[in-house]
Structures are given as C-alpha cells and as structure tokens.
C-alpha cells in the first residue's frame, strides 16, 4: 500500500466513538453490489468485529442504497 492509499482517520483515540477498535490490515477484497449485480475489486485496510474500512478504485453513487457483501481473505482464512 503507498501513502496514497493510507486512510486518514481520526487523530487522537478519543474521537473514535466504535464499541470495537478496529484492527489495520491490508488485503485484497472483492465488494460485490448486490442490486446492481457488479463486482468492484478494492483493499481492506481496517477491519472489527462491528465493520470494517474498504478502499475502492472508484466512488459508489451515495444517491442509492444499495446491499452489499465483501469477501477477503485474512491470514488466509477466507
């Protein structure tokens, strides 16, 4: 991952408000789009057990609601 990629966050442990921290990871996951039908190929760079923070080479229209499903693999556990 190059600094371009590097996900800005908050700066102190205080502004995080999740019940779960979320762990840093770096690897591939595939986010398919389920009302559309399309698969988008992107990085997952944090990940909890209440979610997770996916990088994505393109923006998804924030206009529609959609549902989603990812699948990565973490120390090669799929």
């Known amino acids: 991952m190059d600094k371009s990629e590097i996900p800005i ?3 102190a442990a205080v502004d995080e ?13 595939n986010l ?29 229209s924030p206009s529609t609601s959609a549902g989603v499903e990812c699948t990565f693999k973490i120390r090669g556990v799929g």
């Open 32 to 60: 398919v789009v389920l009302t559309h039908g399309t698969m988008i190929v992107g990085r997952l760079t944090e990940l909890s057990l209440s979610g997770c923070r996916v990088l994505l080479p393109k923006t998804l």
């Open 17 to 29: 408000r999740r019940e779960m921290l979320r762990c840093i990871v770096d690897t591939q996951l």
């Open 9 to 11: 966050g908050p700066t």
